[in-house]
């Protein structure tokens, strides 16, 4: 069965680095996401992604977050100068469609540790 | 904005038996989809069982199920015949059909399931 990969899964780094997280999505899906779970918490929206632009992103996704799809297998989340409070597991998840009957499906997650 | 809330942060039950979760969700829509998601030690998002707001007939998967009642705003999951590799944190999730809530799923808090072999 097709899924999405992630990459690493699980990174270490010091605060006030650049972080980029992989994923490949499954190959036929066109939407691509990014959510964040921080340790005991529910799982949180940052983004979604189609055509090559962002269709919507959360509060939560500022000027600290980027998205760039570099070719056409890799869709990656960049943090810059990380924080703390960063420290979370990111899941990637793509869809066929853009119709909410379509079934999200997610990745392993990143577990991302600032220190 | 909606709200998913999961009550029972922590749930129990015996091998082979069957239990049941629940959850709540807050909206002004009619039209939108619910999930119910896995999440293994792994902590891997799998998905369990979806459910679409204007089909009457709750879901079935197997051994899992829903009881969706849509009046109440309430979507709760029941496993039959527990097994072991249950066990998990189980989250109940919301997305609406259209505009942009349709890009993102809400999640609620989540439930952790063991079973007591």
């Known amino acids: 069965e097709p899924e999405v990969t992630q990459t690493p899964s699980h990174q270490v780094t010091q605060m006030g680095q650049e972080v980029i997280l992989r994923c490949v999505p499954i190959?036929?899906?066109?939407?691509f996401y990014w959510y964040r779970q921080i340790l005991g918490q529910k799982v949180e929206f940052l983004v979604s992604?189609?055509?090559?632009?962002?269709?919507?992103k959360s509060e939560i996704f500022d000027d600290q977050f980027s998205v760039e799809r570099p070719d056409g297998s890799n869709f990656t989340l960049k943090i810059r100068s990380t924080k703390l409070e960063d420290s979370a597991m990111y899941f990637c998840a793509s869809s066929e469609e853009s119709g909410s009957g379509n079934t999200i499906y997610f990745g392993e997650g990143s577990w991302l540790t600032v220190v | 904005a909606q709200t998913v809330t999961q009550s029972q942060p922590e749930m129990s039950v015996q091998e082979a038996e069957t239990v049941t979760l629940s959850c709540t969700y807050d909206t002004s829509e009619s039209d939108y989809y619910l999930f119910w998601y896995k999440q293994p030690p792994s902590r891997q998002m799998i998905l369990v069982i979806r459910q679409e707001a204007y089909k009457q007939q709750n879901a079935t998967e197997n051994r899992f199920s829903v009881n969706f009642q849509k009046a109440a705003k309430s979507f709760s999951l029941k496993i039959s015949d527990s097994q072991l590799g249950d066990a998990a944190m189980y989250f109940c999730a919301y997305r609406s059909a259209v505009g942009q809530g349709a890009q993102k799923l809400v999640f609620g808090q989540g439930t952790r399931l063991t079973i007591n072999p």
């Open positions: 992604f189609y055509n090559n632009e962002i269709s919507e």
């Open positions: 190959s036929n899906h066109l939407y």
